[in-house]
């Protein structure tokens, strides 16, 4: 389930997200969640299946139906591409207008999940 982060799951938030390559230091950490808290375009979601979060989407709206996905970040234990996919999916069920795209660090995997959903290039 992908639901809008919360203040009570911030600290699960910048755990996830301090897995990422570039906010494995607190200060890079802070900056990009403040970054994410000082627009309503841009928003941060956790993913999860069950109780537990295990998962983050950092999203960007550039416009009413571009979307740039910024940060895709999944815990260890629940690195597969099924659920990146899943993730990427649901974001897409719930921004039916939206395109998806991805920055430079993350468009491989917007491609393959793309490829492997069959969802129109745009």
Known sequence: MLTQARNDNQKTVMGILSLLPGLRELAHLNAEIAWYNGSDARCLYVWQDGAQVQ????????????????????????????????????????????????????????????????????
């Open 55 to 122: 998962g983050v989407l950092g999203v960007e709206f550039l416009s009413e139906d571009i979307v740039l996905i910024r940060h895709v970040a999944l815990t260890p234990e629940s690195r597969t591409a099924a659920n990146y996919f899943a993730m990427l999916s649901e974001f897409q069920s719930q921004n039916q207008t939206a395109f998806i795209m991805g920055t430079l660090d993350n468009q491989k995997l917007i491609n393959k999940w793309r490829k492997s959903t069959s969802q129109p290039m745009g």
